[in-house]
């Protein structure tokens, strides 16, 4: 048997510690109240083998029982959310995990990555959320090659740099790139859509330079339409991202970055519904040079967004 931490429990691990006696001792066990079943529940905890694990799951069921007690939960109040959790657990399934979703418009997402990355060093590109939507296995595609499989669109361009330690370039980091199509919806939610459309996977030449085409993004909603949904609606919020394309840049050496670029002036990028915009990820289209002023329709000349990765250096321990 294997417990949450991952780690087998040591055979002590389900010893329980006894508030009084039976009895059968002449001794009444303590009898149970609102204000020290916390600390009942938690001296029946036995010797576990992981003690960030005790430390979590302690911490987290104080908190549970605090809540409990603030709000007078109800019998009827907490089946109504144990339903709740049910029901995501129903919908969820390979391709749509609604437990992530929940974490994301909850906020919880966003609090953990903003924790992990609290001492980034000044510079550094900002990480933002991985979202639900992410693909293993993506082909590596040569730099300038297009994300967007026959898909229509007003395309764009995006190009750059990778950026190390002393802020030289980075030769040969990797870039995984996915983005929603222009109605809103990632090739793994629409089936028709072209197997990994919308996705690639580059790699920065000799200069740290990247290169790739893809179709401007726009805003969407995240599924709505079940219990992460409801509870949206519960609050008088929104479900919709600002316009984003995410990427994961790896390099040997560096830790590896999650982030993404969103577009500014999208009307959702002070509101994101799981509060993964950042001032500093948000990017503006450019001109071309050879698209600007009165020939710019002519030229046919893509718009463009330019964006420096810099990375942080691995941590030695």
Do not use: C
Request: net charge negative.
């Amino acid at each position: 048997m294997v417990d949450w931490a991952g780690v087998a429990p040591s055979p002590q691990s389900h010893r329980f510690v006894r508030i009084g006696r039976s009895t059968r001792d002449g001794v009444h066990m303590q009898k149970l109240t609102a204000s020290n079943i916390t600390d009942v529940v938690l001296s029946r905890f036995g010797e576990a083998a992981n003690e960030r694990f005790r430390e979590i799951l302690t911490s987290a069921l104080r908190h549970l029982h605090d809540f409990v007690r603030e709000v007078r939960l109800t019998p009827e109040e907490w089946k109504a959310g144990i339903d709740f959790l049910v029901a995501a657990g129903h919908i969820t399934d390979d391709k749509r995990n609604e437990f992530i979703l929940l974490s994301d418009t909850l906020g919880v997402s966003a609090l953990v990555d903003l924790l992990s990355h609290a001492r980034q060093p000044a510079g550094a590109t900002d990480s933002s959320l991985l979202g639900p939507f992410y693909r293993d296995g993506v082909p590596e595609m040569p730099n300038g090659a297009s994300i967007a499989r026959g898909t229509p669109g007003e395309t764009v361009v995006v190009r750059g740099l990778v950026i190390g330690a002393g802020g030289g370039p980075v030769a040969g980091a990797g870039l995984d790139v996915w983005q929603a199509a222009p109605n809103g919806l990632y090739d793994l939610q629409d089936e028709s859509q072209p197997d990994l459309n919308m996705r690639g996977k580059f790699r920065t030449d000799s200069s740290g330079r990247f290169e790739f085409r893809s179709l401007k993004p726009l805003s969407y909603p995240v599924p709505h339409d079940g219990p992460a949904g409801e509870l949206l609606l519960a609050q008088g919020r929104h479900p919709y991202r600002p316009a984003h394309i995410h990427f994961i840049v790896t390099a040997p050496g560096y830790e590896a970055l999650t982030t993404a670029l969103y577009i500014a002036g999208d009307p959702y990028i002070d509101s994101d519904a799981v509060f993964g915009a950042k001032d500093s990820l948000t990017v503006h289209y450019k001109k071309s040079q050879a698209g600007q002023g009165d020939n710019s329709r002519a030229t046919g000349e893509p718009d463009f967004i330019e964006f420096n990765f810099n990375l942080v250096p691995t941590r030695r321990l």
